[in-house]
Nanobody
Framework: QVQLVESGGGLVQAGDSLRLSCGTS????????MAWFRQAPGKERELVAA????????YNGDSVKGRFTISRDNAKNTVYLQMNSLEPENTGVYYC???????????????????WGQGTQITVSS
């Protein structure tokens, strides 16, 4: 049974840092593309950052790219999202997702991923 379990969310102030972790089981992480998505209240789920099974990364926007870092440790079956200089606009539920690479798949859409975690809430106060 595949499981993705996020941890590390919470209530922080603007300018603070957080590191999210996504522990995985039931899959071979080194074969998977992995991503973090954010869903704000009343909005669609959107990509924050993704990392291919090769290790290459994609970020959604220059603002995120300069402050957030996605990484993976295949030996620990864990994917991370380091978030620095958090802003109120970063508030939302953060989901970890996994997907096998396939022809026609990108990294940016929810439909590119097969499995999802339950999400972890991040609230950034101003």
């Amino acid at each position: 049974q595949v499981q993705l379990v996020e941890s590390g969310g919470g209530l922080v102030q603007a300018g603070d840092s957080l590191r999210l972790s996504c522990g995985t089981s039931g899959l071979t992480l080194s074969y998977q593309n992995m991503a973090w998505f954010r869903q704000a209240p009343g909005k669609e789920r959107e990509l924050v950052a993704a990392i291919r099974y090769t290790g290459s990364t994609t970020y959604n926007g220059d603002s995120v790219k300069g402050r957030f870092t996605i990484s993976r440790d295949n030996a620990k079956n864990t994917v991370y999202l380091q978030m620095n200089s958090l802003e109120p606009e970063n508030t939302g539920v953060y989901y970890c997702a996994s997907g096998l690479p396939a022809y026609g798949r990108s990294l940016t859409r929810p439909s590119d991923y097969d499995r999802w975690g339950q999400g972890t809430q991040i609230t950034v106060s101003s």
